[in-house]
């Protein structure tokens, strides 16, 4: 059955062109790893891509991260072969598959019939499913393809390059601000206006972590491209936090902590979340069905907030002890 609740702050992308990177990828520290099959690596490459991909599969030690495959589209004759190649000679070593350009339920079901065939001519256990929402016609099914094989499907990954490509969008920054998206005040007494950037993807990540959080999906926000600003990395990873996203792409490994960081709750958020139930189990012993903690009202809704951010930093603790 798909893993739900699968640690999911951080998720580095690794070219299967490349070995050095396959190597260290295990140990990066990245929460999920996937090995790049699609664009990542050049048609005349993508044969022996493969094979790095199932040689380092089952040369390493996965233990540390989940690892994953983003397989090339279903609209490629490269497709069929990813998927029987990698799953027979290395399914038992594959958490996930990453499917890309995912455009309607029946892209997930092609997949997990396919997998379903192999898995049980191999007799390997199932392997979940990721899906990219990259395309105009993707992010219209976004809510289909949210409710397709439950029993697979585990997240929806955002992909801004191919969406922003997929819609027309004027920007040629990847993830990133663009100040072209803005409006302008009306002119103050002296004359001036000032101009407030707006954030494009707003829409676009709202309604697919809406979609993942009907369908107890993770929404993981895809990559950032600058892979030389910190800062503007941390504040896109920080606005898909505010907007529900449990995670973040790395397309780069220095983009990892930063990852990890943001989607790791903090400090003080844990304490208060600690003392906000233990303020709800004093108010159920006294009978009571609400209770005010610093000034401010706390009820059933504060108790599952809470309950869900203890049970991410039990998870996160787990994992690093």
Not at 169 to 180: E, H, Q, V
Not at 299 to 315: F, G, H, V, Y
Request: hydrophobic share 40%.
């Amino acid at each position: 059955m798909a893993v739900k609740n699968r640690l999911h702050r951080s998720e580095l992308a690794v070219p299967g062109s490349n070995p050095r990177m396959l190597e260290k990828a295990p140990h990066a520290g990245a929460d999920v790893v996937f090995l790049d099959l699609e664009d990542a690596v050049a048609p005349d490459d993508k044969e022996q891509a493969r094979r790095n991909v199932i040689e380092a599969l089952n040369t390493y030690d996965w233990s540390r991260c989940s690892v994953s495959v983003r397989i090339n589209g279903l609209d490629t004759h490269y497709c069929y072969r990813d998927i029987v190649e990698v799953v027979e000679q290395a399914g038992d070593r594959l958490d996930t598959i990453l499917i890309p350009k995912v455009n309607g339920p029946e892209d997930i079901y092609f997949v997990a019939t396919l997998l379903s065939q192999i898995e049980a001519a191999k007799g390997l256990k199932p392997i979940n499913l990721h899906a990219l929402i990259e395309t105009a016609a993707g992010m219209d099914n976004v809510r289909e393809i949210a409710r397709a094989c439950p029993e697979r499907l585990e997240a929806l990954v955002f992909g801004v390059a191919d969406y922003a490509a997929s819609i027309q969008a004027r920007t040629t920054n990847i993830g990133g601000a663009n100040p072209d998206y803005a409006v302008l005040t009306d002119p103050f007494e002296d004359g001036h206006r000032e101009r407030h950037w707006g954030d494009q993807w707003h829409f676009a990540i709202a309604r697919m972590v809406v979609a993942c959080r009907a369908n107890g999906l993770r929404p993981i926000d895809g990559p950032y491209g600058d892979i030389s600003d910190p800062d503007g990395y941390v504040a896109a990873a920080k606005r898909a936090a505010a907007l529900g996203c449990e995670g973040k792409w790395a397309i780069h490994p220095s983009q990892i902590e930063l990852a990890n960081q943001v989607f790791t709750p903090s400090e003080q958020e844990v304490t208060k979340a600690r003392r906000i139930l233990a303020a709800m189990e004093e108010a159920a012993r006294e009978g009571k069905g609400a209770v005010s903690l610093d000034g401010r009202l706390i009820d059933a809704a504060s108790i599952r907030m809470a309950e869900n951010l203890i049970a991410k930093i039990d998870q996160i603790q787990a994992r690093q002890g």
